[in-house]
């Protein structure tokens, strides 16, 4: 099997624990305080990848912490915000917002590093987009508080996307990924102590379930698969692949959480999934010089 295609399915498997962890993380705080179970999940996932990846570790150099100091930032703003989004509306809506991610990605490459995206992805990125909309947007065309804390949060995560696809191309980003966790458990650390009144040990067992599950399998597993894929994948072609997280998402929230699937719910999830077939198809857009070329063989 190709790399590409073997990343592609650990992607995909990724995106369901993804989406698992919208309704574990909403079940898991309660009334403790976002951050706080942000600094437990990063500082967990950050000893658990420093064993697996000892071998980096011992040979870190201060270029390589900054880099991943540098990925942390927007990790965290990206991680935070969405937390946050959580806490003011449905694990299911929450998780289908945060695939607006897809279409921020072609647009900043567009506008900031003058990279147009291929036609296809435009439309796919396009039909996301309306598919988001159905979900998110109520009768009276406005956007709920978790929905903005959102939509911010995965402006943050499309920086991010964007910024592991230039280290990827540059080098192996493999070493930068524990540097990269261990700056996420500090800046969410500081967080705690800046929003103050902290639990430093809830008692709630659900907090320390979500903890877990979120650390080894939508942190440890997901962020690692995600870095190391995009050598052989696109920014864009990840974002949209993310979009199989909101499906999942929306399952497990009306297992785990009780939450109703509604039918903008299934249409705007079955817009984003059309999104992501419509990326991955192989097709060529004729360009001016192909179409000149035919042109003049028929001549003849």
Same mark, same amino acid.
């Given at each position: 099997?190709? #790399?590409? /295609?073997?990343?592609?399915?650990?992607?995909?498997?990724? @995106?369901?624990?993804?989406?698992?962890?919208?309704?574990?993380?909403?079940?898991?705080?309660?009334?403790?305080?976002?951050?706080?179970?942000?600094?437990?999940?990063?500082?967990?996932?950050?000893?658990?990848? =420093?064993? *697996?990846?000892?071998?980096?570790?011992?040979?870190?150099?201060?270029?390589?912490? #900054?880099?991943?100091? !540098?990925?942390?930032?927007?990790?965290?703003?990206?991680?935070?915000?969405?937390?946050?989004?959580?806490?003011?509306?449905?694990? %299911?809506?929450?998780?289908?917002?945060?695939?607006?991610?897809?279409?921020?990605?072609?647009?900043?490459?567009?506008?900031?590093?003058?990279?147009?995206?291929?036609?296809?992805? +435009?439309?796919?990125?396009?039909?996301?987009? *309306?598919?988001?909309?159905?979900?998110?947007?109520?009768?009276?065309? %406005?956007?709920?508080?978790?929905?903005?804390?959102?939509?911010?949060?995965?402006?943050?995560?499309?920086?991010?996307?964007?910024?592991?696809? #230039?280290?990827?191309?540059?080098?192996?980003?493999?070493?930068?990924?524990?540097?990269?966790?261990?700056?996420? &458990?500090?800046?969410?650390?500081?967080?705690?102590?800046? $929003?103050? /009144?902290?639990?430093?040990?809830?008692? $709630?067992?659900?907090?320390?379930?979500?903890?877990?599950?979120?650390?080894?399998?939508?942190? &440890?597993?997901?962020?690692?698969?995600? /870095?190391? =894929?995009?050598?052989?994948?696109?920014?864009?072609?990840? =974002?949209?692949?993310?979009?199989?997280?909101?499906?999942? !998402?929306?399952?497990?929230?009306?297992?785990?959480?009780?939450?109703?699937?509604?039918?903008?719910?299934?249409?705007?999830?079955?817009?984003?999934?059309?999104? @992501?077939?419509?990326?991955?198809? #192989? +097709?060529?857009?004729?360009?001016?010089?192909?179409?000149?070329?035919? %042109?003049?063989?028929?001549?003849?």
């Amino acid at each position: 099997m190709e #790399k590409r /295609n073997l990343f592609l399915i650990l992607l995909i498997l990724g @995106t369901a624990f993804w989406g698992i962890s919208f309704s574990v993380t909403k079940l898991a705080i309660g009334q403790h305080q976002p951050v706080l179970f942000l600094f437990y999940r990063f500082l967990l996932a950050t000893m658990v990848l =420093s064993v *697996i990846f000892w071998k980096y570790v011992k040979k870190l150099d201060w270029t390589t912490i #900054k880099k991943g100091a !540098g990925l942390a930032i927007p990790l965290v703003l990206g991680i935070y915000l969405q937390t946050l989004g959580i806490t003011h509306t449905s694990a %299911s809506q929450c998780s289908f917002v945060a695939g607006i991610t897809v279409v921020m990605i072609p647009v900043i490459k567009l506008f900031i590093y003058r990279k147009p995206a291929v036609l296809k992805i +435009w439309i796919a990125a396009f039909t996301a987009l *309306i598919g988001l909309f159905v979900i998110s947007v109520t009768d009276k065309f %406005s956007i709920g508080t978790g929905d903005l804390y959102t939509i911010i949060g995965a402006f943050c995560f499309a920086i991010y996307l964007i910024q592991i696809e #230039k280290e990827s191309m540059a080098g192996d980003i493999i070493p930068t990924i524990v540097p990269m966790f261990a700056t996420c &458990a500090i800046l969410t650390f500081l967080l705690t102590f800046i $929003q103050g /009144n902290a639990t430093w040990i809830p008692q $709630q067992e659900t907090f320390w379930i979500g903890i877990i599950f979120c650390a080894l399998f939508s942190t &440890a597993y997901m962020y690692t698969i995600s /870095n190391i =894929s995009q050598k052989y994948i696109s920014a864009e072609r990840v =974002s949209i692949i993310y979009l199989f997280e909101p499906i999942f !998402g929306a399952f497990a929230a009306h297992f785990i959480l009780g939450e109703e699937i509604t039918s903008r719910l299934l249409i705007g999830g079955g817009m984003i999934f059309l999104a @992501t077939l419509i990326s991955e198809l #192989k +097709w060529r857009t004729p360009t001016p010089f192909a179409m000149l070329k035919v %042109s003049k063989e028929k001549k003849y």
